[in-house]
């Protein structure tokens, strides 16, 4: 079974730092593509960056996060990361790791249940 | 970047009722298009996915069209379990928007 387990969420202030890991078990962790997906308080879903699986590994993000966010991942420790700096009241959201069966980004198969993280003073 | 939308914004309808959402991308995105659930309170699944295949599991009463720009979902017999939000995702190239969603209500 496909298991995503966010965790490092928390409350932090603007322009302050807040690293999220994602442990994955159930499936070939470096195999698959992996991204992250957040969803502001009440609001609809926003892809936020993503990394491809396989060998070699390609990182893609949204225009809000970019020079902000960065994504990686360990295979060896089957767990995927977002370091995010420069924190703004707009990034309080939760933030969904996923992932596709699948080396390629594409549609998103499994989500974990999310990691809350509030941006304010 | 390419811009996702979806109409209507929020519907109700009555159980057993046809539900169709639209969602048009601003440019042709081919047929790399996902649907999601979001159920109240609870975290997104993966309804459709290449626009019109149903992911696993899922009851036969979703289908999903379209190509190029203009995609529709329809749910063919509305049931009371169906109450959610519904999201569409382009993914042949980044960035991987989301539509704005339709909140689906009985």
């Known amino acids: 079974e496909v298991q995503l387990l966010e965790s490092g969420g928390g409350l932090v202030q603007p322009g302050g730092s807040l690293r999220l890991s994602c442990a994955a078990s159930g499936f070939i962790f470096s195999g698959y593509a992996m991204s992250w997906v957040r969803q502001a308080p009440g609001k609809g879903l926003e892809w936020v960056s993503g990394?491809?699986?396989?060998?070699?590994?390609?990182?893609y993000y949204a225009d809000s996060v970019k020079g902000r966010f960065t994504i990686s991942r360990d295979n060896s420790k089957n767990t995927l990361f977002v370091q995010m700096n420069g924190l703004r009241a707009e990034d309080t959201a939760i933030y969904y790791c996923t992932s596709r069966p699948g080396p390629e980004m594409g549609p998103l198969d499994y989500w974990g249940q999310g990691a809350l993280v509030t941006v304010s003073s | 970047d390419i811009q996702m939308t979806q109409s209507p914004s929020s519907l109700s309808a009555s159980v057993g009722d046809r539900v169709t959402i639209t969602c048009r991308a601003s440019?042709?995105?081919?047929?790399?298009l996902a649907w999601y659930q979001q159920k109240p309170g609870k975290i997104p699944t993966l309804l459709i996915y290449t626009a019109s295949s149903l992911h696993s599991g899922v009851p036969s009463r979703f289908s999903g069209s379209g190509s190029g720009t203009d995609f529709t979902l329809t749910i063919s017999g509305l049931q009371p379990e169906d109450v959610a939000t519904y999201y569409c995702?382009?993914?042949?190239?980044?960035?991987?928007?989301f539509g704005p969603g339709t909140k689906v209500d009985i």
């Open positions: 990394v491809t699986g396989g060998s070699g590994t390609i990182t």
């Open positions: 995702q382009k993914y042949d190239s980044a960035p991987f928007t």
């Open positions: 440019q042709g995105i081919g047929v790399a």
